[in-house]
């Protein structure tokens, strides 16, 4: 199973350029998406809680994971280690895109090192950008919870002034969320924003992987 693994970060690229590179990657390697998830958890949460990602990876065991860049994961580096180490546990084979390099179980500790460092320094050079909100960072709308709606409206090539009248809310500010945030290209990439689950949401008691 090939599996594409896209989070959005308000600091770093967008999810329809993740699904982009990530596409582009699987042509060029052969690799048939078997199942695409965006991850539309707060930047802020740590992995204790993102229950529903540890899920999502803990059920599909052996499998090729496509993502676009190690920040992707997380960028907390006591949870990328905890991923990293679930992930390998499970035996999965994780393609990071802008890397190049396919991490393994039978991969060098070096490998798994050098990963981390290139996380490490990248959260340095964003923290030393000019003040001001990053390229490409998008502020939270009112709109927000209306997205997985948002997006199957497209799907069903409704217009925007049919989505406001359903929504009750302004064409005009409508219009400018769905062009802000590409929710066209999302919609027609064919990507899922996916959230969490009732049963998922419960506290689990541990995040280590499942022997």
Known sequence: MVLAYIRPDKNFIAAHEQLQHINSYAVANNLIIDDEFVDQTSQNKPLSER????????????ATLLVYDVWVLTTNMEDLIQMFSCLLKNEFQVHFIKQ??????ESSTMLTLGLMDQ?????????????????????????DVYI???????????SVSQ?????????????DYIESRELKEV??????????SDAEEQVI??????N
């Open 187 to 196: 919609a027609f990439g064919s990507l899922v924003y996916s959230t969490p």
């Open 51 to 62: 229950e529903h990602i540890t899920h999502y990876f803990q059920t599909r065991k052996k």
């Open 148 to 158: 997985n709606e948002i997006i199957s409206f497209i799907k069903e090539k409704k």
């Open 119 to 143: 996380l490490r320094q990248t959260l340095k050079e964003e923290s030393k950008k000019v003040i001001g909100r990053p390229k490409g960072s998008k502020s939270s709308s009112k709109f």
């Open 205 to 210: 008691n541990t995040i280590t992987c499942p």
């Open 100 to 105: 190049s390099v396919i991490m393994t179980k």
């Open 163 to 175: 989505m406001a009248r359903i929504l009750g809310v302004s064409r005009s500010s409508l219009k």
